[in-house]
């Protein structure tokens, strides 16, 4: 009995050594981080560190929720970013109806810029910043990060089930209330909320993933996307990830997740 209880003691802690293992790096969590506020009102994100030392590449996570809401938190990828080694700043922007784009393409570029001015305090490399978003999410991370003007310049982007074209919906009362006005008056300023118009030669890889059920945002969206880039000589990468919608492609699609990370982290390389 004693010499079996020994075998099951050792296979415990063996067991244990290896789901740390696969758990990945430990991090730190400071929750409310404040990047920006206007009209009183502070605008803020979580910040995840991870226990490694050295400069790390960092990641800013921008949730869903179709401009409206914030029922896509994010908390998941950015906890899998954490692990892998990145330092994550999961943010929060101005809402539409209240406020109309682009208030909330502003305030991703202001956290972007945030993050790259605070890079030494939280130990990141500013050459190595890369963005990831959800829905309306992805729509705003690459709006902010296709056509930078000015630092930081990503070193990729995530985007997951992406509205990429706005016009494709003329009656949608979610851009409507990010917009403020219907496409039949503002034809212009749907086509300039669109990042498929916002593709340089000069923009960063993307990975784009996408439910093959979603009738939300249909997977057409994500081919719309994928040309564009194509067509400036962008590097794309898409996956459809089989048999799951909208809602459950953000809930359950580890394996697109998991793609994801592997994607920003083969760009975030560091170069000697």
């Known amino acids: 009995m004693k010499f079996l209880i020994i075998i099951l003691a050792i296979f415990f802690v ?4 290896g789901i740390k293992a696969r758990s ?11 990047y920006k506020t206007i009209d009183s009102q502070p605008l803020a994100g979580d910040m995840y560190s991870p226990e490694s030392t050295g400069l790390r590449p960092a990641v800013v996570v921008v949730h869903g929720g179709g401009w409206t809401n914030r029922s896509g938190d994010m908390a998941g990828i950015s906890k899998r970013l954490a692990k892998g080694g990145f330092v994550v700043f999961n943010i929060t922007y101005r809402l539409a109806p209240q406020d109309r784009h682009p208030a909330q393409v502003e305030d991703v570029s202001a956290a972007l810029e945030w993050l790259y001015t605070n890079a030494e305090k939280y130990q990141i490399d500013p050459k190595r910043i890369s963005g990831w978003g959800y829905s309306a999410g992805a729509h705003l991370i690459l709006l902010a990060g296709l056509d930078r003007q000015r630092p930081p310049y990503l070193n990729s982007i995530v985007a997951g089930g992406t509205p990429a074209d706005l016009t494709a919906w003329p009656n949608s009362p979610l851009v409507l209330k990010l917009i403020g006005k219907p496409l039949v008056d503002a034809r212009a300023e749907w086509q300039e909320a669109s990042p498929v118009n916002h593709v340089t030669r000069q923009s960063p890889p993307v990975f784009l993933y996408h439910g093959q059920w979603d009738a939300l945002v249909e997977p057409e969206q994500m081919a719309m996307m994928k040309a564009a880039l194509d067509a400036k000589g962008v590097l794309a990468t898409t996956y459809t990830v089989k048999f799951l919608g909208h809602i459950a492609t953000y809930a359950l699609a580890s394996e697109a997740e998991q793609r994801g990370v592997q994607f920003i982290s083969e760009q975030s390389k560091e170069e000697f």
């Open 14 to 17: 063996v067991a244990c050594a």
């Open 24 to 34: 990945g790096e430990a991090y730190s969590l400071i929750q409310n981080v404040v």
